[in-house]
């Protein structure tokens, strides 16, 4: 494909000013690909970071606050900082865990992902970015809207934006456009060229709802399985947070995020089968208030937390975008669909995506080529670094919203393996070798009676795990250029399609 460099801009186009490279969006994904490029080009490329809010509330993601449950593996934040020469601590970083707890949904069974990590203050941790983007030399303009994309010649060339404060329209041109602008993107749903990225998620599977609070409170009963300083608590209820799952991600001894995401058409289902009409933020409520370990929550008072302390927004859980790339253009973060299916943790792929993409953008930038050919490359690392296990959860997580809690908590007692947790830890699909050995099947009588006590369960997880297996393989095959892409497409889209049939709750 034809190179758009020492094209100059489109005849007739009024420019602002013209860049190597425009990023729309200042969370996560867009902040550290904006450092990205600013470091590994070595400041040779000219870098606009546009978003939509004020200096002072940088990075924030919609009108109630910086939506997120805070928490992220060190794994990921060392991955970044160590690529970027950079370092976060105190008080972005307001307190570290030892891993994860997962308890079923009657609490019998619990599953340990041990492993450090952090909780974040977004709020503070994106002031943090604000300075480093300052100090890599990235210009950053605040309280700009982008509202769509410019294109000439089958190129995205800019970006079309509001000043949030004179209502003016300004335009931008880039060699090459980011979409960083998060779940709710225009740019990408409205992408104006031909490309192989897809527009639309599909809302009803592929989107969670989700909300938390930031509390204070005195310590109730002493039970760790509502309040552990130490680790990151999940609660498996399909009843309290149908298609999702519910949290108590501690942010000191006394302090915590706590939230819950639900697939609304399984609340809706929910609510018809209880005869009740609640919604997202009532099963909030009534979470915070059946912990019987939290005694007395209330909001928040330090000031790092103004602003911040109760929002609901989405998450796409779906595998990310088959395709991140077009002529001049590259999304990422939860523009790209990036967080995992299975636990709606987008922070980890969103930075790992960051480094990624920095370094091809710059590759593609200097070689001339910001063809879709040209940031091809960004793809294939992407998939062979983070994505190839992304279908696969998606497959799993479809599968596991469709059971009720009992065969959940008799699934975690009696079929998860450590071989599996130790699996998920290195975000991997669980193989559930209790259920596909055919020697353990044959030697262990009592896992022989508990399946034969739940066959359609068994054969499902087996399913999930087999098919778990091809979408890996067909991960591996990622097209190395466009050209293969279309072919390699169906061949995936086939096997998913079979795995959403042969798992439909009907069949289990
Ligand atoms: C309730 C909740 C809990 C979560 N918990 C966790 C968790 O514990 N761990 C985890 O890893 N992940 C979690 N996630 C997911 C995680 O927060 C996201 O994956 C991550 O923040 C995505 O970053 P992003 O930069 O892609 O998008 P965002 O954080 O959404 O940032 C997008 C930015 O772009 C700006 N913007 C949007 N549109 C425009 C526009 N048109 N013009 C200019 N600017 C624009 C926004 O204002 C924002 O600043 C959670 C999400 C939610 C909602």
Redesign the pocket.
């Known amino acids: 494909m034809e190179s758009v460099l020492n094209k100059g801009t489109p005849a007739g186009l009024g420019v602002d000013k013209a860049y190597d490279v425009v990023v729309?969006?200042?969370?996560?994904?867009?902040?550290h690909t904006a450092m990205a490029v600013a470091r590994f080009s070595k400041g040779r490329l000219s870098i606009l970071l546009?978003?939509?809010?004020s200096a002072e509330e940088?990075?924030?993601?919609?009108r109630m606050g910086?939506?997120?449950?805070?928490?992220?593996s060190k794994k990921?934040m060392d991955f970044v900082c160590s690529n970027l020469g950079i370092s976060y601590g105190h008080p972005e970083i307001e307190h570290k865990v030892d891993g994860v707890l997962v308890y079923s949904p009657d609490h019998e069974s619990k599953v340990l992902f041990d492993g450090d990590g952090y909780?974040l203050n977004?709020k503070v941790w994106?002031s943090r970015q604000l300075e480093y983007l300052e100090k890599f030399g990235v210009e950053v303009r605040h309280g700009?809207?982008?509202?769509s994309l410019i294109a000439s010649d089958g190129y995205i060339r800019g970006v079309r934006?509001k000043d949030l404060s004179t209502g003016e329209d300004v335009e931008f041109y880039a060699k090459v456009v980011v979409d960083?602008?998060?779940?709710?993107?225009?740019?990408r749903t409205n992408l104006p060229i031909q490309s192989y990225i897809e527009r639309e998620i599909d809302k009803e599977n592929d989107v969670?709802g989700?909300?938390?609070y930031i509390v204070e409170f005195e310590r109730g009963e002493d039970d760790p399985t509502w309040f552990d300083p130490r680790y990151?608590i999940i609660h498996l209820d399909q009843v309290m947070a149908p298609g999702g799952y519910s949290?108590v991600?501690p942010k000191g001894e006394n302090k915590a995020?706590i939230?819950l995401?639900v697939l609304r058409r399984l609340l809706k289902q929910r609510n018809a089968r209880l005869g009740v009409d609640e919604n997202l933020q009532d099963l909030i409520e009534k979470y915070l208030s059946l912990n019987r370990a939290v005694r007395n929550p209330r909001p928040s008072s330090s000031p790092l937390d103004e602003n911040n302390i109760f929002?609901?927004?989405?998450?796409p859980v779906r595998r990310q975008n088959d395709c991140l790339v077009a002529n001049g253009f590259a999304i990422?973060?939860?523009?790209?669909w990036?967080?995992?299916p299975i636990?709606?943790?987008?922070?980890?792929?969103?930075l790992e995506a960051s480094i990624i993409l920095g370094r091809h953008l710059v590759e593609a930038i200097e070689m001339g080529d910001v063809s879709q050919a040209g940031l091809w490359r960004y793809n294939v690392e992407y998939v062979r670094r983070r994505g190839y296990q992304m279908a696969s959860f998606e497959v799993l997580r479809r599968y596991l919203q469709g059971l009720s809690n009992e065969r959940i908590s008799f699934g975690m007692k009696y079929f998860l393996s450590q071989e599996d947790v130790e699996s998920i830890k290195r975000r991997e699909h669980p193989r559930f070798p209790l259920l596909t050995s055919l020697m353990r099947y044959l030697l262990d009588g009592s896992l022989r009676r508990k399946i034969r006590e739940d066959p359609e369960l068994a054969k499902g997880l087996r399913l999930t795990a087999e098919k778990s297996r091809r979408l890996i393989t067909l991960y591996g095959q990622y097209p190395e250029e466009p050209s293969g892409f279309e072919k390699w497409h169906k061949r995936f889209l086939a096997e998913l399609n079979d795995a959403y049939r042969r798992l439909s709750p009907q069949t289990v």
């Not at 729309?24 to 902040?31: C, I, K, R, S």
């Not at 940088?58 to 919609?62: A, E, I, L, M, R």
């Not at 700009?144 to 509202?147: C, F, L, S, Y």
């Open positions: 729309v969006g200042g969370g996560v994904a867009g902040a546009i978003d939509r809010n940088f990075g924030k993601k919609t910086w939506s997120c449950g805070d928490a992220v990921s909780i977004r994106a700009v809207d982008a509202h934006c960083a602008s998060g779940s709710a993107s225009k740019l969670i989700t909300g938390r990151c949290w991600f995020n939230g995401g929002n609901i927004w989405q998450v990422i973060g939860d523009a790209a990036m967080p995992r636990d709606a943790g987008g922070i980890g792929p969103a």
